[in-house]
């Protein structure tokens, strides 16, 4: 009785796996990776552009607060033998206000350059994904991952679609205002 339980068991895995078998292979998958499309796409590289402006800017900022501290340090330095107890406290209360300044001019920095790193994504993200989402549709993929979010160890390339969102990108992307 238990050998022909098995052997029904048996028969309908094999049934099932053979009926599975030409809905698979009816599966379509595409492969895009988003983030080279924000990067390499006109839209992306004159983002990346502003981007580098507003970083060169917050840099040449924090340099100048830099070399300030720095020259204060020297100056403290070299006139410490001369200078009172009470003027030296003073000098380095006032030069480590000056560095308290200085690390939340760097922190604030991060905050501007991330966020508008994040500001510039979002409005060119759903322009991508509608895109995407129109290949899909029209093509019949099944599905389309994107390779930055998920590290796969191997892909069919012909069915990689990147340089195809790029240039579709490029032909139909309006920066909104």
């Not at 050998?3 to 029904?8: H, P, S, Y």
């Not at 009816?26 to 981007?51: L, P, Q």
């Not at 549709?137 to 599905?143: F, G, L, N, R, V």
């Amino acid at each position: 009785m238990k050998r022909q339980g098995w052997i029904i068991a048996g028969i309908t895995m094999l049934a099932l796996v053979l009926t599975a078998l030409p809905v698979a292979a009816a599966e379509k998958t595409g492969f895009v990776d988003i983030r080279e499309v924000m990067v390499a796409s006109n839209a992306g590289k004159k983002a990346a552009e502003d981007f580098r402006k507003t970083y060169e800017k917050e840099k040449a900022a924090i340099v100048e607060k830099e070399n300030e501290l720095k020259k204060l340090r020297e100056e403290l330095d070299k006139q410490r033998p001369l200078l009172k107890e009470e003027v030296i406290k003073e000098r380095d209360s006032v030069l480590q206000k000056k560095y308290r300044d200085y690390q939340l001019l760097i922190k604030d920095s991060e905050e501007e350059l991330r966020a508008k790193d994040q500001e510039l994504s979002k409005k060119m993200l759903p322009d991508i994904l509608k895109l995407v989402q129109a290949i899909g549709e029209k093509e019949k993929y099944t599905m389309i991952i994107d390779m930055g979010q998920i590290p796969l160890a191997y892909y069919a390339k012909e069915n990689d679609l990147t340089k195809r969102v790029i240039e579709e990108f490029n032909r139909t992307y309006k920066p909104k205002k």
